[in-house]
């Protein structure tokens, strides 16, 4: 890390991004959040972090958000499955709500924060966006991209959710920057979004279970949000994480001390 590192994360206010901004001001990083409500993020984060008004889906809006940055971070993301969140326009009726469970690629065309807008299109943009001479882009994704056709994947992916992830880790891969890929198990612990930023730069994981990472796709488990956002903010301290797309779950005893760089070391490449 140097004086001059900027790091811009997408879905700063989330539960996962909203972590990441803790740590990395924690660590002393510079921190750019790109969100489409400048005042949620100025509270949020009590002034302390620049704020560029923008929405991956729109790419127009993009390009200021990118100036003098030197890693991204891209936490967006959307429910897996038909939601208030998904932005419907109109807002659906009763009956409508039930269409769009029976027929999910007609519920994903009439949402406009659906996971094919924002974890495919939304992740193709902000890669399309970034300067060229990033150091890191840092993508969360998912478990299950690989098991699609297995349970619970074939479930949780019944509205195109890892498809859409699938698509965003393909864009950032075959970007030609440098990249690290988190794929979490089952989200647990907090999110913080009704907290202050003091509580974020002291958030814990309440969990007695260590860390496991792993490539190819293999694990299965919950994942502590505090953990992933470690991760994240890790990952780009570390050269060993560099190419690496991985898995993230909470398992077997808890060390004292998280060893990233041996973690990160040990990962074999996808």
């Not at 972590?19 to 009590?46: P, Q, S, W």
């Not at 807008?117 to 840092?138: I, Y």
């Not at 992916?157 to 030609?176: M, P, R, T, Y």
């Not at 949000?225 to 398992?251: M, T, W, Y």
């Amino acid at each position: 890390m140097t004086s001059e590192d900027l790091v811009l994360v997408a879905g700063g206010t989330g539960g996962v991004g909203q972590l990441v901004v803790g740590k990395l001001l924690e660590k002393g990083f510079k921190v750019r959040v790109l969100t489409r409500n400048a005042a949620k993020a100025e509270e949020m984060f009590d002034h302390r972090t620049e704020v560029a008004v923008g929405d991956t889906r729109q790419p127009s809006t993009l390009p200021a958000a990118m100036q003098n940055l030197s890693h991204i971070i891209c936490c967006t993301g959307t429910t897996a499955f038909p939601s208030a969140r998904w932005e419907f326009d109109p807002p659906l009726n009763l009956i409508e709500w039930g269409t769009a469970f029976l027929n999910p690629k007609s519920s994903q065309a009439k949402a406009k924060n659906s996971p094919a807008k924002v974890d495919a299109q939304g992740v193709s943009n902000l890669v399309a966006a970034a300067p060229r001479n990033l150091k890191r882009f840092v993508f969360v994704s998912s478990c299950g991209i690989l098991r699609k056709d297995q349970l619970p994947f074939s479930i949780l992916n019944g509205f195109g959710v890892l498809d859409a992830k699938q698509k965003g880790e393909e864009a950032i891969a075959s970007s030609g920057l440098p990249y690290t890929i988190i794929r979490p198990g089952r989200l647990i612990d907090g999110p913080y979004t009704s907290y202050d930023l003091n509580t974020l730069l002291k958030a814990k994981t309440g969990g007695k279970y260590g860390v496991v990472l792993g490539t190819g796709d293999t694990l299965s488990g919950d994942a502590s949000r505090i953990d992933v956002a470690n991760a994240c903010v890790e990952s780009i301290i570390h050269p060993s994480s560099s190419g690496k797309i991985f898995e993230l779950v909470n398992q077997g005893a808890r060390p004292a001390v998280i060893n990233w760089e041996t973690l990160f070391s040990q990962l074999g490449s996808e």
